[in-house]
């Protein structure tokens, strides 16, 4: 399968990334083009990706295209390309806030897969949301979902619930990097070095992550199995709720689905 992307920003790299590091796409099977060629020819020379001219190339060398752009000019892209979107050929498209309904007022014959991913996919351990439009095929949103299992966990995902999935998924490993500096701050307020502190706060957080997955018991009772009556732990938690620690989480949650709304 031959896969094109147009747009080779952050997200698309990290898709990219990850097809790689997992073996899963070959680079010669992978054809990029973006606005700046400063930017994305060095990129596709470094992992001998294919380089391409423009984005109409790009559609026509691809079985599979990818929109990795922003939304402002995703319509237009797809508009412009879709000749070269003949019978066979489908979309992937990441583009936030821009809905099924919205691509099939340009190309309404396109088999097109809605994806929300995030930045872990680089590494093999993404969450990617997916829901297709009418015209893809079985075939086809296996396909794209076989792909996306390479790089991490997939799930069908309603788009009404896009934006609250990107707020759980997409958004949130900066939220979860922010409280891991913040243990780290902690620990070198407290005399370690920052690395070390970083170190182990960035480990403990995985392992927690990964007992929340293997468990059979909800995140508070695994709280439960950790606090001991009268215990430090018992104390953590009183002072972090107490400083607003689940509300401020469930808030930036809130900011950030309203934001994808354009609320």
């Given amino acids: ?12 790299r990290a898709i990219i990334d990850g097809w790689l590091k997992m073996k899963a796409v070959a680079p010669a099977d ?5 606005a700046h060629a400063s930017s ?9 990706l294919n380089a391409m001219e423009s984005n109409l190339a790009v559609a026509n060398a691809a079985d599979v295209v990818v929109l990795a752009i922003k939304p402002n000019i995703a319509l237009d892209t797809l508009k ?9 050929k489908w979309v992937i498209t990441m583009v ?17 897969l809605r994806i929300m991913p995030n930045v872990n996919v680089a590494i093999g351990a993404g969450m990617t949301a997916l829901i297709g439009n009418a015209a893809l095929s079985a075939d086809q949103y296996a396909a794209g979902k076989k ?3 390479a790089i991490g966990e997939t799930s069908e995902v309603a788009e009404k619930d896009f934006s609250t999935f990107s707020a ?5 490993p900066a939220y979860v990097y922010f409280f891991i500096d913040a243990m780290a701050r902690a620990g070198v307020k407290h005399g370690l070095s920052k690395a070390a502190a970083t170190k182990i706060a960035a480990q403990a957080t995985l ?16 709280i439960d199995q950790v606090s001991s009556p009268g215990g430090t732990t018992v104390a953590g938690l009183l002072a972090m709720e107490e400083a607003g620690f689940m509300t401020s989480v469930v808030k930036g949650i809130d900011a950030t689905i309203a934001k994808e709304l354009g609320e």
Avoid: C, R, W
């Avoid at 412009?80 to 066979?88: D, E, F, H, K, R």
């Avoid at 806030?97 to 097109?112: E, I, R």
């Fill in 1 to 12: 399968m031959k896969i094109g992307f147009i747009g080779a920003g952050n997200m698309g």
């Fill in 30 to 34: 992978i054809y990029v083009h973006s």
């Fill in 40 to 48: 994305y020819e060095p990129y596709a020379k470094v992992n001998g």
């Fill in 80 to 88: 412009a390309v879709q000749p070269a979107l003949t019978a066979g």
């Fill in 96 to 112: 936030s806030g821009l809905s099924l309904a919205d691509y099939a007022t340009v190309a309404p014959d396109v088999p097109v």
């Fill in 147 to 149: 792909l996306f299992d």
């Fill in 168 to 172: 759980l998924a997409g958004s949130s």
């Fill in 207 to 222: 392992g927690s992550a990964e007992m929340v997955l293997k468990s059979d018991k909800i995140p508070f009772d695994l």
